[in-house]
């Protein structure tokens, strides 16, 4: 798994939701890769401080969630 495979399976990996053979090669990724484990981390507090202030995660506009993706894809 690399980099840009982790980021496809995010949300499903934070839910639970993935397979297990799945699961362990995005464990194994993050475990090797300081940027992916500080992305998961990262995306986990964004989820938490969401649903802090009284919203779902699951009601950001893809305008929002595009234009987060591409500055980060700039910042590397």
């Known amino acids: 798994m690399n980099c ?3 980021s ?5 990996y934070v839910a639970g ?3 297990t053979d799945v699961a362990s090669e995005f464990e194994l990724h993050i475990s090797r890769c300081g940027n992916c484990d500080q992305y998961l981390v990262q995306y986990r507090e964004t989820i938490a401080l ?4 009284g919203g779902d995660p699951g009601e950001c ?3 929002l969630v595009q234009a987060i993706m591409a500055s980060l894809k700039a910042a590397k």
């Open 4 to 6: 840009r495979d982790l």
């Open 8 to 12: 496809r399976f995010l949300e499903e």
């Open 17 to 19: 939701e993935l397979p």
């Open 61 to 63: 506009p893809e305008e």
């Open 50 to 53: 969401g649903r802090a202030a």
